[in-house]
């Protein structure tokens, strides 16, 4: 049978290996509160890149717009030239009817 002092002696060596366990488990939050700074700095810096997103979506929106817009404008200058050639070749085939029949 253990004697009373070999029995403290025990109980000691658990809290000692407890409270070792305690301090290492101190130390590494210590060591994330020190990173903290840092994590906390880089998240700044996105967030101001993610702030820069609407203004840049709305450039692109107005890019967008006005690329439609030069789009449909060269459709229907096309359309108006299609529209003018068909017509000469129409007026000179009709002419060379004509002259043809006179």
Do not use: C
């Amino acid at each position: 049978m253990a004697t009373q002092a070999e029995k403290s002696i025990h109980d000691l060596k658990v809290e000692v290996v407890t409270l070792n366990v305690l301090v290492q488990s101190l130390r590494t939050d210590l060591a994330l509160l020190y990173d903290l700074p840092k994590k906390v700095a880089v998240m700044e810096s996105e967030l101001a890149s993610l702030r820069e997103l609407p203004k840049q979506v709305a450039v692109l929106q107005a890019q967008l717009a006005e690329a439609t817009k030069t789009r449909e404008l060269w459709g229907q200058r096309g359309w108006t030239i299609l529209q003018l050639v068909f017509a000469a070749i129409l007026g000179a085939t009709l002419t060379y009817l004509l002259r043809i029949k006179s």
